[in-house]
């Protein structure tokens, strides 16, 4: 009996996606909910699972289809109650001959850069074979042989050094481009910035660091006090809190705070639902689970969806300043930064102290610029003296 292979209900903003890759080929054996193709859309990549063990009979979305919700993609022969005598027999895998487990991002990568999956040593959990794997793994393949090959070239005068590549953009990261242009073309966005001393912090965090992480079982970090502060902050502004809807300004009770979190495939915003109410080592174990999930590409479109305020580190990359872009529809943003030691004057005494450039990105339609402001020395008042959050003060 076959069974058809149909393409995952997608939620009301996904209109659509695109057939990214198949990892079997018609007449090869399936395995009942092992990875069968991936679905690529505007937000995340789907895995569409095999339905029941047997043998693909037939793909009928090739690779780069455009294909809709519940829309057939291909036919598995179900033969979970007994072997077909039509169906192709094959002597047992052994376990060097099954390949490693991988996302989808890993397994595109490896795809484009022809590397056997077999050859790839995974440095994930289970040995999971992850991006950055294959990217070590593409980088050794510059092999001395192809190096003289590429010095031979030069020598005999073809053209070195200025070769190009053009690939397809991906639907998240021309999604990505459409919402950044359309946040530039209707609003009116500026930027405030203060910087904050994240010495009390550094020394909450080294005091209750280990406790902690033996109470909670997730690591402390940053982030967590932010996220914190910033809902706070938002309740006290809740214009900051708000978005536009046509002529009308929708205000919002809730934080759902999205935390930027880059991706192999792009940046995503996961988002943290009613964060005013989550304990510090939820917030931090659900941000560890999102970096996990956004690098393995298995991050659910109900993750992303809604938000009402965003978070982004670019120090975690290096960046000191930056003035963060707008997430549509909210209308703020808050971009943290590096920590450098600086000389800063306290008690009229030049000190050094560690601080953190923070910038606030806002719809200027919507929040006034004193009110801006006050939102952001709020957060930096809150983070200087933790103890405020406690109190309520």
Known sequence: MNIEVKTPALPESVADGVVASWHKKPGERVRRDEPLVDIETDKVVLEVPAPADGILTKIIADEGATVTSEAPLGLVEDDSEGDHPEAPTSPQKTAEEVAPPAGPAARQAMQAAGIDPHEVRGSGRHGRILT???????????????????????????????????????????????????????????????????????????????????????????????????????????????????????????????????????????????????????????????????????????????????????????????TPILNPPQSAILGMHAIQKRVVVEDDEMVIRPMMYVALSYDHRIIDGKSAVHFLRTIKALVEDPGRMLLEV
């Open 132 to 322: 950055e794997d294959v990217r070590a793994m593409a980088q050794a393949d510059d092999s001395p042989a192809e190096m003289a090959e590429s010095d031979e070239e030069t020598a005999t005068g073809a053209p070195s050094g200025r070769e190009e590549q053009r690939v397809p953009m991906s639907r998240l990261r021309r999604r990505i481009a459409e919402r950044l242009l359309e946040v530039t073309q209707t609003t009116a966005m500026l930027t405030t910035f203060n910087e904050i001393n994240m010495q009390p912090l550094m020394d909450l965090r080294s005091r209750y660091r280990e406790l902690f992480e033996q109470t909670h079982h997730t690591r402390l970090g940053f982030m967590s006090m932010f996220v914190k502060a910033a809902c706070v902050a938002l309740q006290r502004f809740p214009e900051v809190n708000a978005s536009i809807d046509g002529d009308d300004i929708v205000y919002h009770s809730y934080c759902d705070i999205g935390i930027a979190v880059s991706s192999p495939r792009g940046l995503v915003v996961p988002v943290l639902r009613d964060a005013q109410w989550m304990s510090m080592a939820t917030i931090e174990s659900s941000i560890a689970s999102f970096a996990t999930k956004a690098r393995d590409g298995k991050i659910g479109v109900e993750e992303l969806r809604g938000g009402t305020f965003t978070i982004t580190n670019g120090g975690v990359f290096g960046s000191l300043f930056s």
